[in-house]
Structures are given as C-alpha cells and as structure tokens.
C-alpha cells in the first residue's frame, strides 16, 4: 500500500473513531446532547452557517452532485487501484460521519423543546380535540388571502424564528437564510418538503410545492439549526414561529398546516364533524389543500415507499423509537398549547 493510501485509510478510522466517541457521549451520558447543543453546536451554526450562507445556492445539494460525478470519474481512474478507491472512500466515509455526528446526531438526545414551555402533554378528549380544530378554522379563514409568494420568505423565515427565539431561549441565535433546492424532483419523489444538511448547516426546502407549505416548512428546517432533531417538534416550533409571525403568508401556512394535522386526527374519531369543518374554510384554503394533495399524488409509487421506511429506520436509530409515527405528536403539543394559552 502506498503511503498516501495509508495517510487516508488512518484519516478515515480517526474519524471514525471521533464520531463513534461522539455518539456513545450522547447515548451515555445524560445532559451530554443538551450541553452541546448550546455550548458547541451554536458556535458551529454561527461561523459554518454564515460561510455556506454566503452562496446563493444550495451547497450540499452542488457538493452531493459533485461527490457523485468525482467519485464515478475517479473509480474509473482508478479501477484497477482498488486500495486507492477504497482507502479515500474510507476517507470519505469518515468524514461523512464526523459531520454527521458533531453537527446533528448528537442534538438528537438534547432536552426535547416541549420541556421549555412547561406544557401539560396527556390524553385529550374528542371534544378538546373539536374545540382546537374549530379555532383553527378560523384563524385559517383570518389569515388567508391572495398574495404574491417570493424570495422575501427566506429574510421572513429567519424574522419568525428570530422573533421566536426572543420568548425561548434555546431558539435563540444566527439563522442562516433558507435556500430552495435547485432540483426539487429529487425531494418530490421522496415525498419530502424539505431536509436538513448536517454536512453544510443548510435548510433546504422543495421550491416546487404547493405555496402554503412553504413557510413552515423554511421554519422547521430552521428549527434544526437550534439542535432540535425531533420531527414533531420541528413541526411545533415550525407552527409557532409561523403563527406569531408579523406576516400573514406565514400564518396562513402556520395554521393551516396546524389545521391539516389537527383535522386528520379528528376524521380518525369523528368524521361528520371533519367535514362539517372542511366546508367552513374559505375557497382559497379549500383550493390550496386540493392543489396539496394533488401535488403530492402523483409522486406516489416505489420510491416514495423505499424513502418513508428509510426514514422510519433513521428516526429509530436516532433515539424516536416511534419513527414516522412521531409525527402525530404534533397534535399533542398543539392541544396541551391551545390549552395553556386559551
């Protein structure tokens, strides 16, 4: 083996190594993810989110098209070389998961949000669970209104999370501004409106959805780069941010994406009562949740199938046993919320 190949092969296990030690701190010991969540991972955001922040463009969505276009061009280099292909792939790899875990796995075992607003999460009646949907139908029918959708969602992205961290101090902090992925399809097939990249501190949302999704969905990426990893939080915080937002485009999308997950859990119980509040929304909602599920129809199939168990796995491995199911969490939070501030 040449040297260079062994300089990569020893880069790649130290990395390796590093994150492995990273992931059995925040597995082991208790308040580990919290305390690096605010004392080292802010940091991170704040230096790193503002170089990436610089470009424009999505730069780990540039980056994984060129990863693929070197790696393809260099295994053809290099075919008959198979230590040097494996060695800088082991490189890669290592880096890959150095990343990964000192920029996001370890914020997974960080004090869940929830935990700041002192809010009373249990079981809630059928009833409850009407009283909530009502209120948001008419905060839906408030707020929606014909308005032009532009590039000002991103500055209004960070102002609603900004504004939400001046009430929570763990929202507190640098936002990068959100960038629309170039190629949207791909995020599209996979049934996903939006991804965090631990790689380069990104919030990318799928610029191709339907209009109304898009403001919450910048909000939860951003509330990723506060360290919290859970999906039903981000959704939470994603709401949060969305409502108390000075602009009506975020609400609207605040509470009708709120009135989405809230409904869906009331037609499991009561469906007469879901579609007597369906024909309460005003047309331009009614239209935008038509035009939602449309979008999202025609990119069922295989794919879509393959991405939600990968997703399902991902979320068990990151310490929410519940996976995908997580999601439903999001009504819990918005009823012990509606609870507290009613």
């Known amino acids: 083996m040449r040297e260079s190949d062994k300089k990569c092969v020893f880069a790649g296990a130290m990395l390796l190594a590093l994150a492995a030690a990273g992931q059995f701190a925040a597995r082991t010991f208790q308040g580990f993810g919290s305390w690096y969540a605010v004392h080292v991972y802010s940091v991170i955001v704040a230096a790193a989110g503002r170089l990436w922040g610089l470009f424009p463009v999505s730069v780990a969505e540039l980056g994984l098209y060129g990863l693929a276009a070197v790696s393809v061009w260099y295994g053809i280099r290099r075919r008959k070389q198979w230590k040097a292909v494996a060695s800088r792939a082991l490189m890669v790899v290592g880096l890959a998961a150095f990343l990964y875990t000192y920029q996001c796995g370890?914020?997974?075992y960080r004090r869940p949000f929830s935990?700041?607003?002192a809010l009373e999460v249990?079981?809630?009646s059928v009833r409850e669970l009407k009283e909530l949907c009502e209120y948001l139908t008419e905060k839906v029918n408030e707020t929606a209104a014909e308005e032009a959708y532009d590039r000002?969602?991103?500055?209004w992205g960070q102002q609603a999370m900004s504004q939400l961290g001046e009430e929570y101090p763990g929202l507190a902090g640098y936002y990068p501004r959100p960038k629309p992925v170039t190629v949207s399809w791909i995020l599209s097939v996979q049934q996903l409106s939006g991804i965090y990249s631990p790689f380069?501190?990104?919030?990318n949302y799928n610029r191709q959805m339907t209009d109304y999704n898009?403001?919450?969905t910048i909000c939860h990426e951003l509330s990723h780069l506060r360290g919290y990893m859970r999906e039903d939080e981000a959704n939470f915080i994603g709401y949060l941010a969305c409502i108390g937002s000075d602009h009506r485009a975020f609400q609207y999308s605040g509470y009708l994406t709120g009135w989405v997950y809230?409904?869906?859990?009331?037609a499991r119980q009561d469906m007469e009562s879901y579609r007597e509040l369906y024909g309460r929304l005003v047309p331009r909602a009614a239209e935008d949740l038509r035009a939602n599920n449309a979008f999202w129809n025609q990119y069922e199939g295989k794919v879509a199938e393959v991405s939600n168990q990968m997703n399902d796995t991902y979320l068990k491995i990151n310490n929410q046993e519940e996976g995908v199911k997580t999601y439903g969490r999001m009504v819990d939070l918005m009823l012990a919320y509606h609870r507290k501030t009613e």
């Open 106 to 108: 370890i914020n997974y």
């Open 115 to 117: 935990s700041e607003l």
């Open 262 to 266: 809230a409904t869906n859990a009331l």
């Open 214 to 216: 898009i403001p919450h």
């Open 152 to 155: 000002e969602w991103r500055i």
């Open 200 to 203: 380069t501190l990104e919030a």
């Open 122 to 124: 249990r079981q809630s």
